[in-house]
């Protein structure tokens, strides 16, 4: 799949001194920028401010004070997101073409769609699903359902809000390969909500931390350190 | 109760609006039906039902027309604005709760479903003929159809089917309202704009048809197509034809046994989804 160059060299998401959290404050004066081609990992633990900070910077949430850029230079239509929860137990039956398809825009012609359709899967390795029940599929398969209906945007940037919960590591790992090609063949930038240092060390260009109410955003040598490397 | 007049088929001239409106009613309930079961806010098309009954009950109470009104689709405007009102006020209230709070709020589904239908009655019980109005909204009788229900189901089918332009987005936040906030729809707006679609058509249903009949067009052929179907599109297209097919057959049912047609119809749907739940295609 192939997706536009960036035209222009503002960040693609992010925040200068942003304040966020749900009612109160939890984070406060964070500083932020993905460009064009990076590959973020948000980390910290659970009720840490992971999905708050992503969902603020994506507008999901309101800001309780400064400044969020505009997502995917200001064009929603090259955003891919990929939430926290997702409900598979849809109560109708739904085929995976059917599921990706869901993520492009309406209005768009029968064969763009079954070819943004047809990329996405392939790019994920699950073209052969196309005519599966969603509802049928393993936790790892429907997974990378998700993940392909947001790239059947052929995103910009992709967002995605802990990808990995419930997955094998040999999955994550898998999964993680594959988003960490597109980066590195299609420019695309990315940003993973996860848990786990050790995989977010072995794949991202950079990190942001989030703990006790604070965030440090940086390359992921200098903030992870080479001992996490190394044990990869 | 259909009058026999000899054959299996009624005397077009007599229930050909009945049978039209009906048709069409339960072709098109199910895909406003759909949307609410991919949300799991079935009970919401009960709810709303009820809320709409209170809200003709209250405007009798209130002098702005009589019972005769309420048996026509055509009546006084102030009637049927008070029943629409409640309809679409307490859809968007039900599409606005899971929007904001996660929840399908089936516990105040049937808070409303179960006050409103007690005031209706309580409200209506000194007005004369008004336990029979609320009796007849709840019950479905499909006879009181009157010529120009023909006229309004058109022209609300075809603004329906207008919008399936956006029936990709509208899927995607009943599945997965988060993503579609992110692709940059407002989820007030959706819950907005639907949840008045949903009022005006079941607040109307209701009036003209009565809610035993609009819940089960809505729902049923919805629940039944779900067991035999193994695509959503498939779902989207099974739903309408076993609507439209039911309603046929309930009515010559009806017609041949002399029932209501309406009962028959959910009767004969319930039937179909519960042989559809035993039967399944896979």
């Known amino acids: ?232 | 109760m259909l009058a026999q007049s000899g054959g299996f088929w009624p005397d077009w001239a007599l229930f050909g609006d009945a049978i039209l409106v009906g048709t069409l009613l339960a072709m098109l309930l199910p895909l406003g039906g759909a949307l609410l079961v991919l949300r799991q806010q079935v009970f919401v098309t009960a709810a709303i039902g009820q809320a709409a009954t209170l809200g003709f009950a209250v405007a009798l109470a209130l002098g702005l027309g009589s019972a005769h009104d309420l048996g026509h689709s055509h009546g006084r405007a102030g009637l049927v604005g008070c029943g629409m009102a409640a309809a679409v006020l307490t859809a968007i209230a039900a599409l606005r709760a899971l929007s904001a709070r996660q929840s399908t709020m089936e516990a105040r589904s049937a808070f409303v479903f179960l006050f409103a239908g007690s005031a209706a009655m309580l409200l209506l019980d000194r007005v004369p003929h008004g336990p029979q109005v609320v009796q007849r909204l709840f019950l479905s009788s499909l006879l009181t159809v009157a010529p120009s229900d023909v006229g309004i189901v058109l022209v609300g089918a075809g603004l329906s089917l207008l919008g399936l332009r956006w029936r990709r987005r509208l899927l995607l936040w009943a599945i997965d309202p988060a993503t579609a906030s992110a692709h940059g729809g407002k989820a007030l707006h959706y819950d907005l704009v639907v949840g008045a679609w949903l009022g005006l058509w079941l607040g109307y249903a209701i009036l003209a048809t009565g809610l035993v009949f609009t819940f089960g067009a809505a729902v049923l052929p919805v629940l039944a197509a779900r067991s035999w179907a193994r695509s959503l599109r498939a779902s989207l297209l099974i739903a309408p034809v076993l609507g439209g097919a039911g309603l046929l057959v309930g009515f010559a049912l009806a017609h041949r046994f002399d029932l209501p047609p309406g009962q028959v119809f959910v009767a004969l749907l319930g039937a179909v989804a519960a042989v559809a739940r035993l039967v399944p295609a896979r």
């Open chain 1, 1 to 232: 799949m192939s997706r536009a160059p960036s035209t222009d060299l503002g960040p693609l998401l992010g925040a200068e001194q942003l304040c966020c959290g749900r009612r109160r404050p939890v984070l406060v004066d964070v500083t932020w920028r993905v460009a064009a081609g990076e590959f973020w990992c948000v980390l910290g633990d659970n009720g840490a401010g992971k999905s708050t900070l992503v969902a603020t910077v994506l507008g999901l949430l309101p800001k309780l004070g400064g400044t969020v850029f505009p997502v995917a230079g200001g064009d929603r239509h090259r955003l891919g997101y990929v939430p926290q929860q997702q409900r598979f137990d849809v109560p109708l039956p739904i085929t995976v073409a059917e599921f990706v398809a869901l993520g492009l825009d309406d209005g768009l012609r029968r064969a763009v769609v079954a070819s943004s359709v047809h990329g996405a899967l392939q790019s994920l390795g699950i073209g052969a699903l196309a005519n599966s029940v969603v509802q049928e599929l393993s936790i790892g398969q429907q997974r990378r359902v998700l993940v392909a209906r947001a790239l059947a945007r052929q995103p910009r940037l992709l967002v995605l809000d802990e990808p990995l919960a419930n997955l094998d590591e040999a999955s994550a790992r898998q999964l993680l390969g594959d988003l960490a090609r597109l980066c590195r063949e299609d420019g695309l930038s990315l940003v993973l909500v996860v848990h786990d240092r050790r995989l977010a060390a072995a794949f991202a260009s950079h990190v942001v931390l989030v703990a006790d109410g604070r965030v440090r955003v940086g390359p992921v040598a200098e903030l992870l350190g080479l001992a996490v490397l190394g044990g990869c």
